[in-house]
């Protein structure tokens, strides 16, 4: 495994990556936030948080793979089993990508091996600190691919290959944005054909007969490079309505503290 | 009064504290049910309204199940003496497919926290194996967990495999999870929808209680 990024912080490989666990630690005050502390934690959950923290950092093992993909490749990996929703946001904005990258990300096995232990041994409350932490810190490395994918350089081993892509840049803002199967009408059953062409068993994750990633907190998708306001959704659909995320109008504006300055 | 310091230092996630009041309570010859209900439970009862009205936080409960834990474990061998108080027995786990265990995890230690024995399952459990579990255990609810779509089915199937057992109705199916709404439960035939681990004690209570 390598850093995969050239002089500039770029992507530039296909090969796995490694992710320095440093750049995607949540601070404390999100983990607290996320598990509904408003305001001041008292100093023992505060000092159960940062031990989460030193814990987290102490076991992920952060690793990507990322694939750029032409836009009929993605267009035969985003079918899948044919179980998508119709209409669904992601096949709106797709076709305006300049960049199409599937990708997979973990933290490792370690991370969830002592959650749940620390459950095991009554150590409820910091076993649910770490869960959080490591939830945060998935997206947070997903995040980190995606910054590196960032416009305006178009760094990304992305380009499409074979296969052109309707819009090409548009003369807007352009932003990468990540989408995942079991969100925004994409099925989870897209994982199958996600895994097969991605092959992120080479950073040791595996999908079960339910199409879920083990080791949990794995996040894998497309990044879709397309002009900002491609990617404003309206939760508008009918799925929308059972979805408890509801990030869809915040997250295409904004990405993590620390990840990817540079990004549109 | 003990009882009341074995709930305030509860509140406060105490677990040094806690088990040594509760032995000192056993030592004044204080009957071990009572120190559980007017002091464990009642402990846990009063974090869980808290928690309800956002004066505490999830860490602030599971330091208090933490402590709580840390007295049964004192009180066990008194109460396993006498038998235990019975609230009802829960068999919970989450469903086939489903590897998703943190908020089946939050739910049992609180409905262990609020007095009911708990069979945990673990994680990515066959539909037979809760109808199983819950006809050898004699359980008053089954409490099902799901955080995924395409697992979310298997909740019906342990519905349908609790009734080729002739235990539908008798006991009581809890469904939860992310994609989970109330109508899917309804129209599962599940008893009860819990939102989330406050909402699920607070529904099993209701239940237990008539």
């Known amino acids: 495994m390598n850093d995969g990024l050239d002089q500039e912080g770029a992507l530039r490989t296909t090969a796995p990556l490694k992710i320095p666990v440093r750049d995607i630690l949540p601070d404390a005050a999100s983990v607290l936030r996320a598990q509904g502390v408003s305001g001041p934690a008292r100093k023992k959950v505060a000092d159960l948080g940062r031990q989460a923290l030193a814990l987290l950092e102490s076991l992920a093992s952060p690793a990507a793979v990322v694939e750029g993909v032409s836009l009929d490749e993605f267009m035969e990996v985003f079918r899948g089993e044919g179980l998508n929703e119709s209409p669904n946001p992601i096949e709106k904005i797709f076709p305006f990508a300049s960049g199409l990258a599937l990708f997979a990300v973990t933290l490792g096995d370690k991370v969830r091996g002592k959650i749940d232990a620390l459950f095991t041994t009554d150590d409820f409350a910091l076993g649910c600190l770490l869960d959080t932490a490591a939830s945060l810190a998935a997206d947070r490395a997903a995040a980190w691919l995606e910054a590196r994918c960032s416009a305006p350089s178009q760094r990304l081993r992305a380009r499409p290959k074979g296969g052109a892509l309707s819009g090409g840049r548009a003369p807007q803002e352009i932003r990468p944005l990540r989408y995942s199967p079991g969100y925004c009408g994409w099925h989870l059953s897209g994982q199958k054909k996600l895994f097969a062409r991605l092959k992120p068993e080479r950073i040791g994750l595996r999908l079960n007969e339910s199409w879920l990633m083990s080791p949990l907190k794995s996040v894998s998708g497309v990044i879709v490079t397309a002009p900002a306001s491609r990617h404003a959704v309206e939760p508008s659909y009918g799925f929308c309505a059972s979805c408890r995320n509801r990030t869809c109008k915040t997250r295409s504006g904004t990405r993590p503290e620390g990840l990817g300055k540079e990004a549109a | ?210």
Not at chain 2, 43 to 71: I, Q, S, T, W, Y
């Open chain 2, 1 to 210: 009064m003990i009882y009341d310091d074995i709930a305030r230092r509860l509140q406060e996630g105490d677990e040094d504290q806690v088990p040594r009041l509760v032995s000192q309570a056993l030592a004044h010859g204080l009957a071990p049910e009572e120190v559980l209900e007017k002091g464990l439970i009642a402990g846990m009862n009063a974090v869980g309204v808290k928690f309800r009205e956002r004066e505490v936080f999830l860490p602030d409960v599971l330091l208090a199940a933490k402590a709580m834990h840390a007295g049964i474990s004192v009180l066990k061998p008194k109460l396993a003496q006498e038998g235990l108080p019975a609230r009802g027995k829960v068999v919970i786990g989450t469903v086939q497919g489903d590897l998703h265990d943190i908020g089946k995890n939050l739910v049992a230690i609180m409905l262990k926290g609020a007095g009911f024995e708990v069979v945990d399952l673990g994680k990515d459990v066959p539909p037979e194996r809760f109808a199983e579990a819950a006809e050898k255990e004699g359980a008053a609810f089954v409490g099902l967990s799901a955080l995924l779509t395409t697992t979310m089915p298997v909740m019906a199937k342990v519905v349908e495999a609790l009734r080729s057992r002739g235990l539908g109705g008798k006991v009581k199916v809890m469904v939860g999870g992310a994609p989970v709404t109330q109508d899917y439960a309804r129209e599962i035939g599940a008893d009860l929808y819990a939102f989330d681990a406050a909402s699920a004690v607070e529904r099993a209570q209701a239940l237990a209680r008539g």
